[in-house]
């Protein structure tokens, strides 16, 4: 069985007991999450949320790239969140991530250089900060009320990163 066919397997057995209730494409809780997409991180469990009541922004170190920008305007700007969380984690592989080297790796091999940055980082808790500045400084956002975590993989608490 090929992974898109055992998707679609666990998939018709959760569309069979599918209630979508009250939901709405407006969160319930009116918050916008950004997370690092690591697979370790159950956002709704960790945070106590549950389906419906937040919007989910995951990337590579959950970084607050322009895109996650875009993504939290839409979430504020038509769909009425207005609180944001930060949530970076310990033993990310964004830790020390050799971006100079990977950029060259990959203009090697395909000839492009990415002109994206990876957004690395040495510090879990000091990128929170720079993350939470980007949002303080961010035009485009209605409401900049931001609280940033960093959770831990090995116990499972989230730790309060102070501004």
Do not use: W
């Amino acid at each position: 069985m090929t992974i898109a066919e055992e998707l679609l397997a666990a998939n018709a057995e959760y569309a069979a007991s599918f209630d979508s209730g009250a939901l709405t494409k407006e969160p319930a809780r009116h918050v916008a999450v950004v997370a690092c997409m690591d697979a370790r991180l159950d956002v709704f469990a960790m945070l106590g949320l549950d389906l419906g009541e937040c919007h989910v922004i995951r990337n590579a170190g959950g970084a607050v790239t322009d895109d996650a920008i875009r993504s939290i305007t839409v979430s504020q700007r038509f769909l009425n969140t207005t609180e944001i969380v930060l949530v970076h984690h310990t033993d990310c592989g964004m830790l020390t991530f050799p971006e100079e080297r990977v950029k060259q790796e990959i203009q090697a091999e395909t000839g492009v250089r990415p002109a994206f940055s990876f957004d690395g980082f040495s510090d879990a808790e000091a990128d929170v900060r720079q993350s939470m500045a980007r949002i303080e400084h961010s035009p485009f956002l209605l409401h900049r009320s931001v609280t940033g975590f960093v959770y831990d993989v090995d116990t499972g608490r989230l730790n309060l990163v102070e501004p």
